[in-house]
């Protein structure tokens, strides 16, 4: 690891899910170069895995879907930071999102059963 990381994450086991480097690298299509200014930057910031004397780094679907979501914009035209702040819009989009889903299936079943009795001809129940 290079003294220029930023605030890497140590731990002794992968994520049950990480994805290594090698993985990121094909998937996502970006050079090692690349995919290492982008950790510098902070874009992403994956585990490091450590056993013993060897250490690698390790990256989360999400982060994943991140990086490859900035290679998109990139590739389009965008520059690294207008594709980031696309990223980091999405990402929050996708948040609310999920609490806003979460929210309501938590709400009371019998408020969707009271919009089912409304009449054939008027949508609003009236």
């Given amino acids: 690891m290079d003294s220029n990381d930023v605030n890497p994450v140590y731990r002794r086991q992968a994520p049950e899910d990480g994805i290594s480097a090698g993985t990121v690298l094909k998937r996502v299509g970006l050079t090692r170069a690349r995919l290492r200014n982008w950790v510098r930057l902070g874009l992403v910031q994956p585990v490091v895995v450590g056993h013993g004397t060897r250490a690698w780094w390790c990256y989360t679907p999400e982060m994943v879907s991140r990086?490859?979501?900035?290679?998109?914009?990139?590739?389009?035209?965008?520059?690294?930071?207008?594709?980031?702040?696309?990223?980091?819009?999405?990402?929050?989009?996708?948040?609310?999102?999920?609490?806003?889903?979460?929210?309501?299936?938590?709400?009371?079943?019998?408020?969707?059963?009271?919009?089912?009795?409304?009449?054939?001809?008027?949508?609003?129940?009236?």
């Avoid at 389009?76 to 609490?99: H, P, S, V």
């Avoid at 929210?103 to 609003?124: C, H, I, K, M, Y």
């Fill in 67 to 126: 990086l490859r979501w900035i290679k998109e914009h990139i590739d389009e035209g965008y520059t690294l930071r207008g594709a980031f702040a696309k990223a980091m819009k999405f990402e929050d989009f996708e948040r609310q999102r999920k609490e806003l889903a979460r929210a309501l299936a938590s709400q009371p079943v019998a408020a969707a059963v009271d919009v089912g009795r409304a009449s054939a001809g008027d949508p609003f129940g009236g």
